[in-house]
């Protein structure tokens, strides 16, 4: 479960390394970044399934994420992550203790569940990338798309993403792990555009005055 967060977070078949990029989910993945990308704010719930496949076990986990110009929050397994470009605070409610660090001391990634904005971009540099397909799940057309890694040291074999066709919304991330465990992210709620300050993606000691606070900077 470490390596979730360090080197994951951060939204798939049997395509081989060697093969090459495919034009047509590359102008569907473009248009899926350009279409979020425009969006001012996001702000969305979503489900995340681990399945260890090596101790044939399934967890179910609900979080919460938001967006702004490159700022983010994330509430995920009792942690509550804020990002503001400049700052990155980690707060653990149960033990009422937050870690301060600078931003540049943190590799946040491309992930969905270290970076939420990185799934828009990753594709890009580090994946090579293939149309599977359409799909039909619960009565919507999902365009199947597999990622990738460039990278063959990377910890994850795959990425598959199911992108709606409507709307070019994403409707699930599935990482396939090279462990056995996979983690598989679902979005059950979206919105956009809704006002956010920029003091929502930074921790405020005041309104929690019982907190440890540990500053690493």
């Given at each position: 479960?470490?390596s979730?967060?360090?080197?994951?977070?951060?939204?798939?078949?049997?395509t081989?390394?060697?093969?090459?990029?495919?034009?047509?989910a590359?102008?569907?993945l473009d248009?899926?970044?350009?279409?979020?990308?425009?969006?001012?704010?996001?702000?969305?719930s979503?489900?995340?399934?681990?399945?260890?496949?090596q101790?044939?076990?399934?967890?179910?986990?609900?979080?919460?994420?938001a967006?702004?110009?490159?700022?983010?929050?994330l509430e995920?397994?009792?942690?509550?992550?804020?990002?503001?470009?400049?700052?990155?605070?980690?707060?653990?409610?149960d033990?009422?203790?937050?870690?301060?660090?600078?931003?540049?001391?943190?590799?946040?990634?491309?992930s969905?569940?270290t970076?939420?904005?990185?799934?828009?971009t990753?594709?890009?540099?580090d994946?090579?990338?293939?149309?599977?397909?359409?799909?039909?799940?619960?009565k919507?057309?999902?365009?199947?798309?597999?990622?990738?890694?460039?990278?063959?040291?990377?910890?994850?074999s795959?990425?598959?993403?199911l992108?709606?066709k409507?709307n070019?919304?994403?409707?699930?991330?599935?990482?396939?792990g090279?462990?056995?465990?996979h983690?598989?992210i679902?979005?059950?709620?979206?919105?956009?555009?809704?006002?956010?300050?920029?003091?929502?993606?930074?921790?405020n000691?005041?309104?929690?005055?019982?907190?440890?606070v540990?500053?690493l900077?």
């Amino acid at each position: 479960m470490k390596s979730l967060f360090t080197a994951f977070i951060v939204i798939f078949l049997f395509t081989p390394s060697n093969a090459q990029q495919d034009s047509q989910a590359g102008t569907i993945l473009d248009k899926f970044a350009e279409n979020n990308k425009s969006f001012k704010t996001i702000k969305a719930s979503f489900q995340l399934t681990v399945i260890d496949l090596q101790q044939d076990s399934k967890e179910l986990f609900d979080g919460n994420i938001a967006l702004k110009e490159g700022m983010f929050k994330l509430e995920l397994m009792d942690n509550i992550t804020y990002y503001d470009k400049t700052t990155v605070w980690n707060y653990i409610p149960d033990v009422q203790e937050v870690n301060i660090n600078a931003a540049e001391d943190v590799d946040i990634g491309n992930s969905f569940l270290t970076n939420p904005a990185g799934l828009f971009t990753m594709y890009k540099e580090d994946y090579k990338y293939r149309l599977i397909g359409e799909k039909n799940i619960e009565k919507e057309i999902q365009y199947f798309i597999e990622l990738v890694p460039k990278n063959r040291n990377s910890e994850y074999s795959s990425i598959k993403l199911l992108i709606r066709k409507n709307n070019l919304s994403l409707q699930s991330a599935t990482f396939m792990g090279k462990d056995g465990i996979h983690y598989i992210i679902k979005i059950t709620r979206f919105e956009h555009d809704i006002k956010l300050e920029d003091s929502y993606f930074r921790f405020n000691p005041a309104k929690h005055p019982d907190v440890e606070v540990i500053d690493l900077r």
